[in-house]
């Protein structure tokens, strides 16, 4: 794609963004890298609070990917040492600091999964400890003395705890200066981030113009909505989809998707066309969604299997092909032979209380009968299928 011009380039590259801070700019620096044949520096920082990375995720790594296609670096930045303070990004409270070691056993699964989806000729991987840890109180307070307060309460969520009267830490402000520092480090060219760190990817704008250098572009990325239609798609929201789901599992959950998000859903995550889709009924329009969206992560074959399955299960109501097992053991049987539904099902969810939510909800099933009252006791067998929530199935076997 690099025959491509800057306008056919600026075109491809602005798919699918929210904003672009400047566009000028970017111009600019497209046409200078296909003057001199520099590639671009694209930067991503990713927090690693948690060892998974989601299709909400990857649809920003996914304009990283374009950046590539057009012959740029991706910089991955894992902040292992930002992720010790905690983004404030959207949220009202401080949250708890990840220790060093929480932050490396989360982090070691981000370059595979990220690698489905980033090209690794054009790949580099850096951990922000590299320069932040090695900053000494002088250079932190060369760091603080380039942004003012003033300009920090500009951001929503600082502003609306101060006038609440909540907390506001230090280290709160030192983040987005911390992570606006990693564009002066790696001197990137531009950076990605999802609506919710425009604030932070405008702090790395100014500090690298006060620390001497050219301001990065902007690229501001949307935010998918989780599963529920609400939050947006986050682990700790419990509404997401991981990108390395097994095919059945991440099919099943996209189709459980709100009608009013499948228009997005389409957009951000497929190359489908949504005019040709429009005039589908909504559910084929999650099958063709979601199909391809598994084709993506897995592949034609997984996605045709996994559309398969959810035909044979939740249209035709048929046993699944492939079903985990659910040891009970015989000690928690009653003298007639029966168990509490909430003991039977506690090893498929978080909790005991998720169980009995569940249970009220009417999203378990045992061969095929809906359970409803948390307090009853139900007759078991081997071989019996029970189903807990829209996708997980187990069979029972009882031991000794």
Not at 111 to 135: H, V
Not at 331 to 341: A, E, F, M, R, S
Request: net charge neutral; charged share 30%.
């Amino acid at each position: 794609m690099k025959h491509l011009t800057v306008e056919e380039q600026l075109r491809f590259l602005k798919r699918r963004a929210v904003d672009v801070i400047p566009e000028a700019d970017l111009i600019r620096k497209l046409e200078r890298s296909a003057r001199t044949g520099k590639p671009l520096r694209v930067k991503l920082g990713v927090d690693p609070t948690s060892p998974d990375i989601h299709i909400g995720i990857g649809v920003v790594l996914q304009k990283l990917r374009d950046f590539q296609e057009l012959g740029h670096t991706a910089v991955l930045i894992v902040g292992d040492f930002t992720a010790r303070i905690g983004d404030p990004s959207e949220r009202v409270s401080q949250r708890r600091m990840l220790s060093k070691e929480e932050v490396e056993a989360n982090m070691k699964a981000y370059r595979e999964q990220a690698l489905k989806i980033l090209d690794p000729q054009r790949t580099e991987f850096r951990y922000n400890s590299e320069w932040l840890e090695k900053m000494d109180f002088a250079k932190l307070l060369e760091l603080a003395s380039k942004y003012t307060v003033a300009a920090m309460l500009e951001r929503d969520d600082f502003a609306k705890r101060f006038r609440e009267g909540n907390p506001i830490s230090i280290v709160e402000f030192l983040y987005p200066l911390a992570q606006g520092y990693d564009s002066v480090a790696i001197q990137a060219d531009v950076e990605l981030g999802g609506t919710d760190q425009r604030f932070n990817l405008l702090v790395g704008r100014a500090l690298q113009e006060r620390y001497g250098q050219e301001p990065q572009v902007c690229f501001i990325m949307p935010l998918l909505e989780g599963l529920d239609g609400v939050k947006k798609m986050s682990k700790s929201y419990g509404n997401y989809v991981g990108i390395t789901e097994p095919p059945n599992e991440m099919f099943g959950k996209l189709m459980s998707i709100p009608d009013t998000l499948i228009e997005k859903y389409v957009k951000l995550l497929t190359d489908l066309d949504w005019e040709e889709l429009k005039q589908l009924h909504p559910k084929e329009q999650k099958q063709k969604m979601a199909h391809a969206v598994v084709a993506r992560y897995h592949s034609l074959e997984a996605a045709d299997k996994a559309q398969e399955e959810f035909e044979r299960v939740f249209a035709r109501k048929e046993r699944p092909t492939e079903v985990s097992k659910l040891w009970l053991d015989r000690k928690l049987l009653k003298p007639d032979g029966t168990v509490w539904i909430v003991d039977l099902i506690a090893p498929l969810c978080k909790s005991r209380s998720e169980a009995k939510r569940l249970i009220e909800q009417g999203a378990v099933e045992l061969d095929g009968v809906k359970i409803t009252r948390f307090d009853q006791n139900v007759s078991v067998r081997d071989g019996m299928l029970v189903r807990v929530g829209k996708h997980t199935f187990a069979e029972i076997s009882l031991k000794e």
